[in-house]
């Protein structure tokens, strides 16, 4: 089995930033593949960010703001946001892109006052 536990959020103003981040234990002994996804009040859970063997790749929304890194010493996964904005507003979790193949995390909350 493999846990995630996402850190890092907070309440931030509009243009501030943040780092999240990802550690995961258990069965895992690399990170090969993983994604950051958010859920906004009243909204569905979306795939913002993913880094693979093929590279990264983000959501439009987020592209030129947002950077997905790993750190396999740490078994860690970061996200580093900019410039964020009061639409940025959700709670983060993190897992494999796509099939989201993990148990949850309980997420790190973001806000971000206007």
């Known amino acids: 089995q493999v846990q995630l536990v996402e850190s890092g959020g907070g309440l931030v103003q509009a243009g501030g930033s943040l780092r999240l981040s990802c550690a995961a234990s258990?069965?895992?002994?690399?990170?090969?593949?993983m994604g950051w996804y958010r859920q906004g009040p009243g909204k569905p859970r979306e795939l913002i960010a993913a880094?693979?063997?093929?590279?990264?790749n983000y959501a439009d929304s987020v592209k030129g703001r947002f950077t997905i890194s790993v750190d396999n010493a740490k078994k860690t996964v970061y996200l580093q946001m900019n410039n964020l904005k009061p639409e940025d507003t959700a709670v983060y979790y993190c897992?494999?892109?796509?099939?989201?193949?993990?148990?949850w995390g309980q997420g790190a909350q973001v806000t971000v006052s206007s």
């Open positions: 897992n494999a892109p796509g099939e989201a193949r993990y148990k």
């Open positions: 880094l693979t063997s093929g590279g990264t």
């Open positions: 258990g069965s895992i002994f690399i990170i090969n593949d």
